[in-house]
């Protein structure tokens, strides 16, 4: 069963906008992770959020954490033509007793310049 | 500069034949991580391995073989078993434990002719 679920599945915005993706999940975390894909290429690890946080920062790019709601969102700012690519979210269960995580289909993002 | 490198970035197979995907890291990473990813689609997990000479099935393992002779090198060989063996594959490392990010190799894409 897939475990995260990001919303919306693709989103285009004008350069210099904010773009916001959400991600939902099913059963406790440890934590969740976002990743950024582009094109035919593999995948970038952007940020990890442990269930015990509910807000970082990484540059332009700010997570938060709902494990309330399960949810989480992540926010780039100021987007630049070079962020399209797709985004992942990915949750690592607390009862793994290895660290495989989960991917959700992820978001197809496009800045026009 | 440490990294996880995949080879080839492209390959076709024939019907029938068993192919062999390589994936080396010289990230000293204990674990190491195989996932298939279709269009549109997360990524699902075909094997890992959490130490040396030692693996485990993933998700969709049928029809996959792998191999943990080395820390820094975990082959997959894609086999004739596989009916739908077209898709891009990638290739993950991590510290082992949970709480850490994978890196990403820059991927395969596996064609079958």
């Known amino acids: 069963s897939q475990q995260g679920e990001e919303d919306p599945q693709a989103l285009s915005i004008q350069e210099g906008e904010n773009a916001t993706m959400n991600c939902s999940y099913k059963t406790s975390i440890n934590n969740l992770q976002w990743y950024r894909q582009n094109s035919g290429r593999g995948l970038v690890h952007l940020i990890l959020i442990r269930s015990n946080e509910r807000e970082k920062h990484s540059g332009r790019l700010r997570v938060t954490l709902d494990t309330s709601k399960k949810s989480s969102s992540l926010l780039i700012t100021a987007s630049r033509a070079a962020d399209t690519a797709s985004y992942f979210c990915?949750?690592?269960?607390?009862?793994?007793?290895?660290?495989?995580?989960?991917f959700g289909p992820g978001t197809s993002l496009s800045v026009i310049p | 500069d440490g990294g996880i490198t995949q080879s080839p970035k492209y390959l076709f197979r024939k019907e029938g034949q068993n192919v062999t995907l390589s994936c080396e890291q010289n990230?000293?990473?204990?674990?190491m991580y195989w996932y298939r990813q279709d269009p549109g689609q997360g990524l699902r997990l075909i094997y890992y391995s959490q130490i040396v000479n030692d693996f485990q099935k993933g998700d969709i393992a049928e029809g996959y073989s792998v191999s943990r002779e080395k820390k820094e090198s975990f082959p997959l060989t894609v086999t004739s078993a596989q009916k739908n063996p077209t898709a891009f594959y990638l290739c993950a490392s991590s510290t082992t434990g949970v709480g850490y990010g994978y890196t990403f190799g820059s991927g395969t894409r596996l064609t079958v002719v």
């Open positions: 990915a949750t690592a269960g607390l009862k793994t007793s290895y660290d495989k995580v989960i």
């Open positions: 990230l000293n990473h204990d674990a």
